[in-house]
T-cell receptor, first 115, second 115 residues
Framework: GAVVSQHPSWVICKSGTSVKIECRSLDFQATTMFWYRQFPKQSLMLMATSNEGSKATYEQGVEKDKFLINHASLTLSTLTVTSAHPEDSSFYIC???????????FGPGTRLTVL | KNQVEQSPQSLIILEGKNCTLQ??????????LRWYKQDTGRGPVSLTI?????NTKSNGRYTATLDADTKQSSLHITASQLSDSASYICVVSGDRGSTLGRLYFGRGTQLTVWP
């Protein structure tokens, strides 16, 4: 099956620093990838759609200047949390679609803790 | 309003027993419905995907049903194992055909299997 990886799997940083999270489709190309945030005992919440070769589209209420997305190639999308604060602490997951019905293949997630 | 509701919110069963999880949705237009298993601290993994023309699909001990008329789906787990302990998420796709559309996530059912 299709594999999506994320790096790092967990990160701890100080308040005010920036953190970059990578999402890679290992065995297929993805012109579109999705970034989600998940708080404890909550469902995944779509943050933005990453588009290769064009700007990302953000969901309502998500600050595009705080969550910078770069879809550098057909297999790599990055999410940079700029000037992170404790309220940004969460589980960040990416996904990439594949197949006729655009089945979503999720990455393993990145646990961000901002001190 | 497009919504996906899952029940129960949490469930505890003994190892070897069967259980059924429910998913009701109001998403329209409807293209397909997916069940995912999410282990704690990991990304979701696909169990089944069903289109509006399918009413049942199995994947090992997992059997999903879909009634597109009543907009209900269920996930039946037989002979539960300790490794089945996870959150099970129902996701409905609001597109039709190959157009990449929006996904609507349920909050998940937290299943715990006790020995």
């Amino acid at each position: 099956g299709a594999v999506v990886s994320q790096h790092p799997s967990w990160v701890i940083c100080k308040s005010g620093t920036s953190v970059k999270i990578e999402c890679r489709s290992l065995d297929f190309q993805a012109t579109t990838m999705f970034w989600y945030r998940q708080f404890p005992k909550q469902s995944l919440m779509l943050m933005a759609t990453s588009n290769e070769g064009s700007k990302a589209t953000y969901e309502q209420g998500v600050e595009k200047d705080k969550f910078l997305i770069n879809h550098a190639s057909l297999t790599l999308s990055t999410l940079t949390v700029t000037s992170a604060h404790p309220e940004d602490s969460s589980f960040y997951i990416c996904s990439a679609p594949l197949g006729f019905y655009n089945e979503q293949f999720f990455g393993p997630g990145t646990r961000l803790t901002v001190l | 309003k497009n919504q996906v509701e899952q029940s129960p919110q949490s469930l505890i069963i003994l190892e070897g027993k069967n259980c059924t999880l429910q998913c009701n949705y109001t998403v329209s237009p409807f293209s397909n419905l997916r069940w995912y298993k999410q282990d704690t601290g990991r990304g979701p993994v696909s169990l089944t995907i069903m289109t509006f023309s399918e009413n049942t699909k199995s994947n090992g001990r997992y059997t999903a049903t879909l009634d597109a008329d009543t907009k209900q789906s269920s996930l039946h787990i037989t002979a539960s194992q300790l490794s089945d302990s996870a959150s099970y998420i129902c996701v409905v796709s609001g597109d039709r055909g190959s157009t990449l559309g929006r996904l609507y996530f349920g909050r998940g059912t937290q299943l715990t299997v006790w020995p």
